[in-house]
């Protein structure tokens, strides 16, 4: 059988697994599982069926790329008092940064004083820049649910920080 054919009778296969482990169709993670038989191909006991092996790569490549994408959001997510030095004025007289960093200070502390699926959904969206879906997928619920969310914890904050509006 030729490398084509293989790809050709397994595509459908591969492309199912990876979706159904990742939650998207990704092209490239197809192509990775490929060359990855194509490289070990030599390896290959006939102990079982063909399709089965390339079955396991396909699992291992889309768990493998979903612990890579874990890895770079923890990485992304920063301490809060790293937040507020990152939001810095460097043109400010000394009394408007003091204000400043009160003001900041306030801020934070009212999120940190929301129900926790809220604060999470803030810092999220309106901290590290989330989209609605991949804040979603990420706290594994409707696009719908991190919108109401959104709207609700910025309602109190609202009330938490009228006299900073």
Known sequence: MDFKQLIRSNQNNVRSIIRLITKETNEDLEQEVYVKVWKNAHRYKEQGAFKSWINTIAKNVSKDYLKSVQKRNQDCVTSDEEILNSVKDRKAAPELKLISN??????????????????????????????????????????????????????????????LL
């Open 102 to 163: 009160d003001r900041q200070k306030r801020i934070l502390d009212a999120v940190n004083s929301l129900k926790p699926k809220f604060k999470q959904t803030v810092m999220l969206c309106e901290i590290y820049g989330y989209s609605y879906e991949d804040a979603a997928y990420k706290l594994k619920c409707p696009v719908g649910t991190i919108k109401s969310r959104l709207y609700n914890a910025k309602k109190e904050l609202a009330v938490l920080l009228k006299d």
